[in-house]
T-cell receptor, first 114, second 110 residues
Framework: DAGVTQSPTHLIKTRGQQVTLRCSPKSGHDTVSWYQQALGQGPQFIFQYYEEEERQRGNFPDRFSGHQFPNYSSELNVNALLLGDSALYLC?????????????FGSGTRLTVV | AQRVTQPEKLLSVFKGAPVELKCNYSYSGSPELFWYVQYSRQRLQLLLRHISRESIKGFTADLNKGETSFHLKKPFAQEEDSAMYYCALNYGGSQGNLIFGKGTKLSVKP
């Protein structure tokens, strides 16, 4: 079992560009959550997807959007990139209704905006 | 508003010494708390959750609602315990999501 897989591992983008990050959840998991981790900070919740719908959203602007596919994989899209969007983006998978069992995290995508 | 505070950015102890990583939370509901750990060059992983009252790798954590704390403890630190530790609060119920503290880096010296 490969666990949670994220791609790419590193990415450099220019301010104003758009970026798409990808995540494949752990086998058997149906829920995907995305987190942003800035340097020196803990992960911050962006949004959660289940049954191809956004179920919960953190305090992030509409420039951040996502999608979940029928196979449970997910994408995070960020438009009009700002320098402040530079961070590690983590994907976490779980079973719906069982968050308390804990997430399985991916290794993350390191996004640098220049 | 819900909040998780880890007051120490860095905690350095010698091998064999007791360890206590502090975590305080602010939440109006019934809290569900977790400790996550990230070893060097590894992904973030669940260490323990308060509802299971388990001990993992010798670590324990007790929820103190009166002091709104969930401190992580280990009686005898090992060098392999050196890692980044994050306290997290589930604020959304069974489909909820986590608020993380800023983390504490534990360094265990030989």
């Amino acid at each position: 079992d490969a666990g949670v897989t994220q791609s790419p591992t590193h990415l450099i983008k220019t301010r104003g560009q758009q970026v798409t990050l990808r995540c494949s959840p752990k086998s058997g998991h149906d829920t995907v959550s995305w987190y942003q981790q800035a340097l020196g900070q803990g992960p911050q919740f962006i949004f959660q997807y289940y049954e191809e719908e956004e179920r919960q959203r953190g305090n992030f602007p509409d420039r951040f959007s996502g999608h979940q596919f029928p196979n449970y994989s997910s994408e995070l899209n960020v438009n009009a990139l700002l320098l402040g969007d530079s961070a590690l983006y983590l994907c976490a998978s779980s079973l719906w209704d069982r968050v308390t069992y804990g997430y399985t995290f991916g290794s993350g995508t390191r996004l640098t905006v220049v | 508003a819900q909040r998780v505070t880890q007051p120490e950015k860095l905690l350095s102890v010698f091998k064999g010494a007791p360890v206590e990583l502090k975590c305080n939370y602010s939440y109006s509901g019934s809290p569900e708390l977790f400790w996550y750990v990230q070893y060097s060059r590894q992904r973030l992983q669940l260490l323990l959750r308060h509802i299971s009252r388990e001990s993992i790798k010798g670590f324990t954590a007790d929820l103190n609602k009166g002091e709104t704390s969930f401190h992580l403890k280990k009686p005898f630190a090992q060098e392999e315990d050196s890692a980044m530790y994050y306290c997290a609060l589930n604020y959304g119920g069974s489909q909820g999501n986590l608020i993380f503290g800023k983390g504490t880096k534990l360094s265990v010296k030989p």
